[in-house]
Nanobody, 123 residues
Framework: QVQLVESGGGLAQPGGSLRLSCAAS????????MGWYRQAPGKERELVAR???????DYLDAVKGRFTVSSGNAGYAVFLQMNSLRPEDTAVYYC?????????????????WGQGTKVTVSS
């Protein structure tokens, strides 16, 4: 069993900042990629940012220069520092992880989602 637990969402004013955190727990052997997606009302879920086990990062064009994704030094965690927030950043943000997990007899690679944390940017 693997769980991704997010925290850090909430209300921010335009130009403000929020920091999202996601911690993965369970029978994790290794991490391939961890990152964040978001889904605004009436829109499809989109990739916001992700980081690989090698530290390579990938960002949605709309957040480049404003958001920074990073991984934890200990444990399995990913963070999203969001600066210069805009109303269009309002969405539910989901943590996502591509993990190798230990099963009874082997290892399996699978993709996992958190429950989502709501970010609202409004004055």
């Amino acid at each position: 069993q693997v769980q991704l637990v997010e925290s850090g969402g909430g209300l921010a004013q335009p130009g403000g900042s929020l920091r999202l955190s996601c911690a993965a727990s369970g029978t994790i052997f290794s991490v391939n990629t961890m990152g964040w997606y978001r889904q605004a009302p009436g829109k499809e879920r989109e990739l916001v940012a992700r980081i690989t086990k090698d530290g390579d990062t990938d960002y949605l064009d709309a957040v480049k220069g404003r958001f920074t994704v990073s991984s934890g030094n200990a444990g399995y965690a990913v963070f999203l520092q969001m600066n210069s927030l805009r109303p269009e950043d309002t969405a539910v943000y989901y943590c996502n992880a591509d993990l190798v997990v230990a099963t009874t007899w082997s290892y399996e690679e699978d993709n996992y989602w958190g429950q989502g944390t709501k970010v609202t940017v409004s004055s």
